[in-house]
């Protein structure tokens, strides 16, 4: 059989073709959502930095890009050193006029609140809420340097920003408020810079993945049951979503097609929060 195609593998909404100079930070770029985002603004024609620890992996995204006929730089950065994001940022900003941000990393733990090791939800909240609004703060004053003082950011956010669901409170503090960061970051733009939110239901990524095992431990219950009655057994659609759908969500809601996306949120759930 032969190999596919890099075209083949991602569907990836095409808008427009970006001028060059336009330069989109994605955090998270090695895996998942982040991967697919970074790949789909560099097809897009974007001048696409990558943020990511995993340097290998990101690697991978960069060829895959540049397979896609785009262009993304990596950046080693950690993201819950202040120091890393603060260079980072200078750093992009050398590339082009930073007009996007997409805050994608994110990290999970399953564990009640009784049980929930402080260390970790420490983390969870440096990594999904704070770098995010540092980043924003970073990131703002250089799109408002641009010619028509215009710029987006973008938040990973979730079914967990709408609704809680039970050995998940560090991740839906941090879903809730990723929702109040664009918001605020709206109220602030004047129009001209926007936040929004995407929220997903289950997509098929390592983090989403990886924490079947432990859903299965404390409900006791099958990994098979945790999938079908946890996972998707809300969703009217019963297959997870892929990354690269996710990553369209972003290019739409960074395009001029979303100039009314001004704090929203756009929820692609199968169903999850609106339909019982």
Known sequence: MNRPSPQQKFSICRIRHSPP??????????TGIG????????????????????????????ALAA?????????ETDLSRDSDIETAVAEA???????????????????AIENF?????????????RAPF?????????????????????NMASVH??????????????????????QSISAEGEGKIRGFTVSTGFVKTPLALGQIPDQARQRGISEEAVV?????????????????????LFVFGFSRFANYLVGGDLLFDGGMVLTY
């Open 93 to 111: 900003a050398g590339y082009g006029s930073i007009r996007y941000l997409a805050n994608i990393a994110g990290l999970q733990h399953i564990d």
């Open 161 to 182: 920003g709408h609704i809680c669901t039970l050995n998940k409170p560090a991740y839906n503090i941090a879903k809730f408020g990723l929702r109040a960061l664009s």
């Open 117 to 129: 090791p402080m260390e970790k939800y420490d983390l969870m909240q440096r990594i999904m809420v």
């Open 35 to 62: 991967r697919a985002t970074a790949i789909a603004a560099a097809a897009n024609g974007l001048t696409t930095v990558g943020l990511d620890i995993n340097v290998a992996e990101s690697q991978k995204t960069q």
């Open 228 to 248: 079908r009655d946890v996972m998707m057994g809300h969703s009217r659609i019963k297959e997870m979503m892929s990354p690269v759908e996710v990553a369209n």
């Open 67 to 75: 397979e896609m006929g785009g262009r993304m730089i990596f950046i």
């Open 21 to 30: 100079n336009h330069v989109c930070l994605v955090t998270g770029c090695a």
């Open 134 to 154: 540092l980043l924003s703060k970073q990131v703002i004053p250089h799109m408002r340097k641009n010619a028509d003082g215009m710029g987006a950011i973008g």
